[in-house]
Structure formats: C-alpha cells, structure tokens
C-alpha cells in the first residue's frame, strides 16, 4: 500500500516544471544508458522499492526510490515549502566520489513535495558499476545511505560458507606465501594466503570491465592474518540487479615485511560450463538497444542459444532480456543501424535469411515462456517469408533475398525448420505442414544434398548444385528442418534422413573429432562464418534428444570438453578453433556456447 500511495501523491504533487531543472543539472554529467537511459520518468518505472531508510531534514521527507526490474531510481522530496530541492547522487567508484545533483527539482509555489526524473544504477555498456543515493537542501543539506552497495547474485558479498572449492586460475607466490583465488559451485570468489605469518594480508580486486580497471572494486575483504593464513569472505561477480554480468576478480597479498603485493590472473568465476559461457556472453550485450552490436541476423542466434541456455538449465535470471530483445526490435530500422539493410517491422528485412533467424528466435521464446506473442510473430515472420517461394525457378524453393538473385540451402533449412515448428506449435494446422512438406521434399531432391550427404551453399542458375563450401550451419538445418518435421509427422524416413546428415556432418566435418569450419585454421573466418558451428551444434543436440543415440552425445561431449580444454582463456572467453583457440568476440563466444551445451541433456 505505501508504494501505490507514493506514487499517487508524487505524480499528483509534481508539476512538469521541475524537468526543466532536471535537464539543466544533468548536463553535467554524461547520460547512462541501461534497459532505459537516464531521465526517464517515474511514471514508465515497472516497480517501486524503498531499499534504504528516508532521510528527514527539518521535517521534510528525502526518500530514494528504486525499481530493480528497471535498474533505475529516482528521489523525492516531501511535506515540504517553495524552493526545498531534491537531487541524486551517484558514484562509480564506490561512493568515494560522485556526479552530484543529477535531476536536481526545486519544490514549486504552492506546492509541498517535488521528485527527480529516474537515473540508471549502473552502466552496462560502459561496464561500470554505480552507486546511487537521494539529496536534499531543506535549510540544511543531507543525503539518504547509498543504494545497493553490495552484489547479490547467488549470494551476497561478505558472505561465508562456500558450497565447493575450485581454483581457476594458478596460485601466485610472494616471499614463500601461496596467494589463491577459490570460487564455489555458485560462482562467489574468495581469496585465501597461507604459508605465511601473522600480518599478512589478504584481499579480492572486482573488475567489471575485464581487468581493466576496478574502481570502487579494489581489496574487498581485505584481511590480515592472525598466524599463517587467511581469508576473505565471499563476494559475486555478477549483479542482476544492475544488469551487470561478465565481472571478474582476483586475489591479491601482501607479506607482513614489505609493502610489495602480488595477485593471481584474472577470472570470471561460474557455476558451471554453460554459466561461464552464457555469464561471458552477456558481458557483451547492449542492455538500452537490447542486441550484440554490429551483427543483425547473429543476434537472433545470440538470444536463441541463451533461451537454449535457460530451457537446459532450468534458469529463469536471464529470462528479461527475451521481452526485452522483441521489444525493441520488432519496429523499424533505417539501413545502417542494426543491419545493413533497413528493417521494415516485425523483425522483416530483404535478405530473407535474416528474417527467418528471428522467426526461430521467436519459436523458442515460445517454447521458453509460452507467451503467445512470440508464437504470433514467427507467423507473421513466416507469412513474410512464404511470399518467396517459387515454383517458377528450380521447381520450388525460397529465395535468398527479395532480388531473387539467389536459392540456396539455409533460407530453405530454416523454411523447413520454422514452417514444420509451426504446424508443431498450431492446433488444427494443415497449411503450415503442408508447406513444411513440399519444402523438405523439394530440398531433399534440390541437390543441394550431395553424394556425400553433405549439404552446399546453394543451386547454380541452372538449378545445380553449385559445389561451394559446405558450412557446418547448413548441415545442421538441414538436420534440424528433418527432425521438426518428423515430429510432425511420424514419418521414420525423416528421422532417417537427420541422422544420415548428423554422421556425414560428424565424419567429413570434424578433422581430429573436432568440427572445424573451413575458415578456422587461417583464422580468416568472418563476423557470418564465426556463429556457423554453434547452429550445427544446436540442431545435433536435438538429434541426441530425438535419437537417445549415445554416440551424438559422445560426440558432443568431445567437442565441449575442446572447447574448454583448448579454446578458453581465465576469463571463459571461447574462441573459434575448437581445437587450438583462435579469435574471439561475443559471436564465437554465442557458438561455443551452443557447442557446450549440447552436451548437456535434456
């Protein structure tokens, strides 16, 4: 009941005049963008907390008020006079120091209470982490206590009891001292020094831009020792409260008998295999556009794997940002901004390709959350795409891009896969799977499919198959689109035919066991080719489900423990060799993710 009655009487007390204010003040301090950016207004806030008691100056009433569902919070001052102001403050380095004033709004005439507009807690694009806390000037200044000041993610900082010991990285040495960083099988981090004497010290540095810096992060623990050895208490390095993921810590010494310290490497800590990965990836996504930067069609195989991610895992934490990805997306864009083409609404471009990727995307949101807007959307995606089936040229098929320049295998493997999805998803369909039908019958003998069972880029201009590069992805499509529509329907051959290209992909494709893109060992592979394997992956996972066939598992396996054996640095960044690292960037850090988590099981 408080939170309804403070927002009535603040957004009944508070004119609009105070924003001009705001603006003014704010000018100052650079804007910080996180699901929304800095200056939203309070009335668009999805919830009102009060974490920290109000602070009282001459009988006015300073409160700070926080939404966590948006990472923002705002102040409000009451039962006050004319000119009584109220302001935030925040810091990015733990409250040491701050950018004052922000939205600073002066009580009106005539009026007793006034309020600022909203200020994002932290900066996830920027990767920093801040601290926010209410003001006020009512014939004297004070300020509420900072918000937030420790990380909760499995537990909070300053925690104890870990549950499990690991170390992943090597311990350091410092005058005969072992300094250690230890993570539990929650992902919190604690330091420990031993072999040493009374007065040591012992401490975690916090980074939230990989190392780089850790201000408002450094000696967090900190301990001295009382004999031989010592530890600090627990601290996290993911904040879901401030949308922050991707941290990293370390733990650094000090002997008793010098000032000179030493720390180990870096490192993400983790639950698991897939939360280390999936933690990495979202180090790299854009919270206020809601996508990975630069990249259209990858984004959408970005978000599907982390929704694989969550179905897996059973995890709900990273279940925002699938609203928030459709949200944001789904209108238009002009060329340039998010792809090179412009998008038309409804996730719809010309290239033909990139509109199906979001149409699975949207499957799988589905299939996460069943909300029904999602299933929505992937119609009305599929409609779109069904416009460029032709019978006129090759005897059926889509066509690549709107020129129709084009018929090749991945728009026609994702068709296949998203029209059977549908009727799969429809009661009562037969259009939808009469269309999956035509399609993998028409695929099947297109010869894309070569006498190797190896799928090609696409057909010639004379309807042949054109002998370009098999791709790992349009391998896995077409292993995908046979397994969708053998769910539909029954038909042994279908699940025949999935498995068939499964052992071709798994023998021609995997030189040493390890499915290698030809691109991998001049690392030359594009930002395109980068995100290949990780779709094989994805639809080989559902061959192991649909099959119970251990050997797909094996396989799988194999290539998770590759990719973490020989592609991973201490910070879980995942490369594009499987087999010997390589480049990375957050596109092959999503297909490694799709890679580890095929070995898991359903």
Same mark, same amino acid.
């Given at each position: 009941?408080? /939170? ?30 996180? /699901? ?567």
């Amino acid at each position: 009941m408080r /939170v309804l009655l403070a927002l009535a009487l603040l957004f009944t007390l508070t004119p609009a005049l105070p924003a001009e204010a705001v603006a003014a003040s704010a000018a100052s301090a650079a804007s910080v963008c996180s /699901v929304a950016c800095d200056t939203l207004d309070p009335s668009k806030a999805q919830e009102e907390t009060f974490p920290v008691p109000e602070k009282v100056i001459n009988g006015r009433r300073v409160v700070l008020h926080v939404s966590d569902k948006d990472a923002m919070a705002w102040g409000s001052i009451d039962n006050g006079v004319t000119n009584d102001a109220v302001w935030l403050d925040r810091s990015w380095d733990g409250g040491a120091t701050w950018d004052g004033l922000l939205g600073k709004a002066w009580i009106p005439s005539g009026w007793t209470g006034t309020r600022t507009l909203m200020y994002n807690l932290a900066d996830p694009v920027g990767h920093r982490r801040g601290l926010i806390r209410a003001c006020g000037d009512a014939a004297g200044v004070d300020c509420t206590a900072w918000v937030h000041t420790a990380v909760c993610a499995a537990a909070c900082d300053g925690s104890t009891g870990p549950s499990g010991d690991n170390q992943p990285v090597p311990s350091t040495t410092l005058s005969g001292r072992r300094i250690a960083l230890h993570v539990d099988n929650r992902g919190m981090a604690w330091g420990t020094i031993d072999n040493g004497s009374a007065g040591d010290e012992i401490w975690l540095d916090r980074s939230w831009n990989e190392g780089a810096s850790w201000p408002g992060g450094s000696s967090l623990g900190r301990t001295s020792s009382v004999s031989s050895s010592a530890s600090t208490l627990l601290y996290a390095t993911s904040d879901p409260l401030s949308k922050l993921y991707g941290g990293a810590v370390r733990a650094c010494g000090r002997a008793a008998e010098g000032q000179n310290g030493s720390c180990t490497a870096w490192a993400r800590p983790a639950t698991d295999r897939v939360g280390a990965a999936a933690d990495a990836l979202m180090y790299s996504y854009q919270p206020n556009t809601a996508w990975w930067l630069s990249s259209w069609w990858n984004s959408a195989v970005a978000v599907t794997t982390l929704m694989d991610y969550q179905q897996r895992t059973r995890r709900t934490d990273l279940r925002w940002i699938v609203n928030e990805v459709f949200e944001k997306n789904r209108g238009v864009f002009p060329a340039g901004v998010k792809s090179g083409d412009a998008l038309e609404g409804n996730f719809v471009s010309r290239a033909i390709d990139d509109t199906e990727w979001w149409g699975i995307a949207w499957i799988q949101a589905y299939d996460l959350t069943g909300d029904q807007r999602y299933l929505d959307m992937a119609v009305t995606i599929a409609n779109y795409v069904q416009g460029y089936w032709d019978t006129s040229t090759c005897g059926g098929g889509v066509w690549w891009d709107r020129e129709r320049t084009y018929k090749n295998a991945v728009t026609n493997g994702l068709y296949i896969r998203l029209t059977a999805a549908l009727h799969n998803r429809l009661p009562g369909d037969t259009v939808w799977l009469q269309r999956a039908t035509t399609a993998w019958n028409w695929f099947l003998h297109s010869g894309l499919i070569n006498s190797a069972q190896l799928v090609n880029d696409g057909l010639t201009g004379s309807c042949a198959n054109n002998g370009q590069t098999v791709w790992t992805y349009n391998q896995g499509l077409a292993i995908g689109g046979a397994l969708e529509l053998w769910r539909a329907t029954g038909d042994g051959s279908l699940l025949t035919a999935a498995r068939r290209l499964g052992d071709a992909g798994m023998s021609a494709l995997s030189p040493g066991g390890i499915l290698t893109e030809s691109c991998d060992a001049a690392d030359s592979c594009d930002d395109n080719q980068k995100q290949f394997k990780g779709v094989f992956m994805r639809y080989l996972m559902d061959l192991a489900d649909s099959t119970g066939d251990a050997s797909y598992r094996t396989y799988a396996q194999r290539q998770a423990d590759s990719i973490w054996d020989h592609d991973r640095d201490s910070l879980s960044r995942l490369g594009q060799r499987w087999a010997a690292g390589g480049v990375r960037d957050w596109r092959t850090q999503a297909s490694a993710l799709g890679g580890l988590l095929a070995a898991t099981t359903a």
